[in-house]
């Protein structure tokens, strides 16, 4: 069984950036795609970004694309999540989980086994 557990949240200012690191244990990051979502107060949870940890595929929402990047660090195995011109529609909770993202007939297709508790950011002045 993955465990995953988020850190790198808190305040921070409209226009700043923060990195989120997502640490996997209990299994190997190569076998699973993780995944950044996040939850505002209120709203439903959305996809955020994925990466395929085998062959490096990415994959942004539109609303952080050209914002955020994900990368990995297989030697740690952990999963960053650098998020960049943050402003308020950002503020939520943001989660860490593993499972799989591809395309598949030319959609985007995520699917999470595995979370995280989650990290919490809050974006204002």
């Known amino acids: 069984q993955v465990q995953l557990v988020e850190s790198g949240g808190g305040l921070v200012q409209p226009g700043g950036s923060l990195r989120l690191s997502c640490a996997a244990s209990?299994?190997?990051?190569?076998?699973?795609?993780i995944g950044w979502y996040r939850q505002a107060p209120g709203k439903e949870r959305e996809g955020v970004s994925c990466?395929?940890?085998?062959?490096?595929?990415?994959y942004y929402s539109t609303s952080v694309k050209g914002r955020f990047t994900i990368s990995t660090d297989s030697a740690n195995n952990t999963v960053y999540l650098q998020m960049n011109s943050l402003n308020a529609e950002d503020t939520a909770t943001y989660y860490c989980?593993?499972?799989?993202?591809?395309?598949?007939?030319?959609?985007?297709?995520?699917?999470?086994?595995?979370w995280g508790k989650g990290t919490l950011i809050t974006v204002s002045s």
């Open positions: 989980a593993a499972g799989y993202c591809t395309v598949i007939a030319g959609r985007e297709s995520w699917g999470m086994d595995y």
């Open positions: 209990g299994g190997t990051l190569g076998y699973y795609a």
């Open positions: 990466i395929d940890t085998l062959d490096g595929s990415t």
